[in-house]
């Protein structure tokens, strides 16, 4: 079965500043979907960027980036000028593109994101 | 357009009773599925549907039924709740496999 790892529970960072999020993958699967999300206090859980594994280009959405090195089953999250919005919890996801519970979302356990104005 | 829409927002329940979480979703997605969030668990899986007719269960199925009767609505009940069913429970639907989820607003539950 797949897994998601997030190995670190909080980070801080700086308003401005770039920070980046690690998460691993574990699967056999050569074609696959990952995902981060974001869960400010408010609860609501918002897709932040997501990358197909087929692709070697690095996903964008504004100020996010991920770094997918699919040899190395990682998937960072890169967040550039930082703002005081982007607090929140982040999860990283994972989703197989076959059938059965694995063809849902997989999550991490997510890591704490305080931003310091 | 709205979206997931789940209700209730909060509960709270005695031990021993049932309940229904309401899930409905108005974007004609086939893929919709039930999550528990508890602290340092990340979101887990209760049971999911790949379209009407058609259910299954997830990582944490115990205690927990669903029917998908029409593609709109996908209903989670709590059989007899337990305190161990203290969470925040996410109703999500997807188009296919290549999109990520939309997740509803959560409702959360307290059992005492």
């Known amino acids: 079965a797949q897994t998601v790892t997030q190995s670190q529970p909080e980070m801080s960072v700086q308003e401005a500043e770039t920070v980046t999020l690690s998460c691993t993958y574990d699967?056999?699967?050569?074609?696959?979907?990952l995902f981060w999300y974001k869960q400010p206090p408010s609860r609501q859980m918002i897709l932040v960027i997501r990358q197909e594994a087929y692709k070697q280009q690095n996903a964008t959405e504004n100020r996010f980036s991920v770094n997918f090195q699919k040899a190395a089953k990682s998937f960072s999250l890169k967040i550039s000028d930082s703002q005081l919005g982007d607090a929140a919890m982040y999860f990283c996801?994972?989703?197989?593109?076959?059938?059965?519970?694995?063809?849902?979302?997989?999550f991490g356990k997510g890591t704490k994101l305080s931003v310091k104005p | 357009n709205a979206g997931v829409t789940q209700t209730p927002k909060f509960q709270v329940l005695k031990t021993g009773q049932s309940m229904t979480l309401q899930c409905a979703q108005d974007?004609?997605?086939?893929?919709m599925s039930w999550y528990r969030q508890d602290p340092g668990m990340g979101l887990r899986l209760i049971h999911y549907?790949?379209?009407?007719?058609?259910?299954d269960q997830g990582e944490v199925p115990n205690g927990y039924n669903v029917s998908r009767s029409t593609t709109e609505d996908f209903p989670l009940r709590l059989l007899s709740a337990a305190p161990s069913q203290t969470s925040v429970y996410f109703c999500a639907s997807s188009q296919t496999r290549v999109y990520g989820y939309t997740f509803g607003s959560g409702t959360r539950l307290t059992v005492v």
């Open positions: 699967t056999s699967e050569s074609d696959y979907y």
């Open positions: 974007m004609n997605h086939e893929y």
């Open positions: 549907s790949v379209g009407a007719g058609i259910t």
């Open positions: 996801a994972y989703r197989s593109p076959y059938g059965g519970s694995q063809g849902n979302l997989i």
